[in-house]
């Protein structure tokens, strides 16, 4: 029997997230568990005008190639996908393993390489979608592997997941939701604007950025689903202090746990986890942006409330905040460039602040505005 919240979950990314219009070109990227959703997507473009194309994979082929590839297979930039990242007017990413462990076990070296080979597609998806010319989304089906890692049944699993996207309710309009969403987060940003120096006090963070002349973005279901941020892009070399997060930090199916970061000049000159510390250096060595910061935000979703291992919900959690060393957002006034976007998020529900240009603003998870 078909999940009717299936249903509810694409109207929502088609006629909110994606605003897809008569002639728009989507690109649907999924594996083929997800095809239930990917399924409720391609007709709703196709009732909305809108052309889909998909690029649908069966699971764990990306790992295969990390494995099996060459050095030129490696470095290959597949050019469809390409294409409709600069030409296209909208991509859904569905977040749709059967296996999130594919990755475990393949080198370092060769994993980061094509990572590297991929950035041209992650620049132009940041760099159109900062322009307004691409509507990109990133979103999630339920499946079995998801449940595991966040030890729920599928059944659990899928409630939790509709319910943070607040599909789950055939009696509340999640357009609406959204919607008001929106506005009350519009309201934080508006009284964000024009500040330029934040603080971070707590017994797992003391750390100092300057966000002078940069743009706190309102992250509300039109990039993410669920959704539930603020975020902007912290001036690039004023990153001071130290912070240990308090959630393990999740890449790509690869984790570090205990990881503890010092700041200097807005470098990481000290990181060290407790658990799989090398991967923790590794991708800070990427390149020459990997150490620096792209990203600082403030989660905002309490119907998020446990850790998942799933960065697209747990970055949302209501109380934490979590930044990102890597790639920046162009939109913000960011200028940090990477081949990783890597968020780590960082509990402030207790003993804990944010302080901006001397005002607290944020406090034992609540803002004070």
């Not at 005008?49 to 764990?60: A, E, I, T």
């Not at 998020?304 to 790639?327: M, W």
Request: aromatic share 10%.
């Amino acid at each position: 029997m078909a999940d009717p919240r299936v249903d509810r979950f694409a109207k929502l990314l088609i006629e909110y997230s994606t605003r897809i219009q008569p002639g728009d070109r989507v690109l649907i990227e999924a594996l083929t568990p997800a095809e239930p959703l990917v399924r409720a997507l391609y007709e709703r473009i196709l009732e909305v005008g809108g052309h889909p194309h998909l690029n649908l994979k069966f699971p764990s082929l990306d790992a295969t190639l990390v494995r099996l590839g060459n050095d030129e297979q490696l470095d290959y930039l597949p050019p469809f996908r390409k294409m409709a990242y600069d030409e296209f007017e909208s991509r859904i990413f569905i977040a749709s393993k059967s296996n999130t462990k594919d990755m475990q076990g393949v080198d370092l070296g060769r994993f980061t390489r094509r990572r590297k080979a991929l950035s041209p597609i992650l620049e132009a998806q940041l760099r159109r979608g900062a322009a307004g010319e691409f509507r990109w989304l990133s979103t999630l089906f339920p499946t079995e592997a998801y449940a595991q890692d966040a030890e729920m049944s599928l059944v659990e699993y899928e409630d939790f997941v509709y319910k943070a996207c607040y599909v789950d309710d055939p009696d509340v309009d999640p357009v609406a939701y959204w919607e008001s969403f929106k506005s009350e987060q519009q309201r934080i940003i508006d009284a964000l604007s024009g500040r330029e120096r934040v603080e971070l006090r707590g017994p797992n963070c003391e750390l100092s950025l300057s966000v002078k002349g940069r743009t706190f973005m309102n992250a509300c279901g039109d990039a993410n689903m669920p959704d539930g941020e603020v975020f902007t892009g912290p001036v690039e070399d004023s990153v001071e202090g130290w912070v240990k997060f308090t959630y393990p930090a999740i890449w790509q199916g690869r984790y570090a746990d205990g990881v503890e970061l010092r700041f200097s000049e807005g470098r990481v000159v000290e990181a060290k986890a407790e658990v799989n510390e090398d991967f923790l250096l590794e991708m800070l060595d990427a390149d020459k942006g990997s150490r620096y910061l792209g990203e600082f935000a403030i989660g905002t979703n309490f119907a998020i409330q446990r850790f998942t291992r799933q960065i697209l919900f747990d970055e949302k959690i209501g109380g934490t905040f979590h930044i990102a060393v890597g790639a920046g957002y162009p939109e913000t006034g960011s200028k940090n460039k990477s081949a990783i976007h890597w968020d780590m998020i960082c509990d402030i529900r207790e003993d804990s602040e944010i302080v901006m240009d001397g005002d607290v603003i944020y406090k034992n998870g609540s803002f004070q505005l």
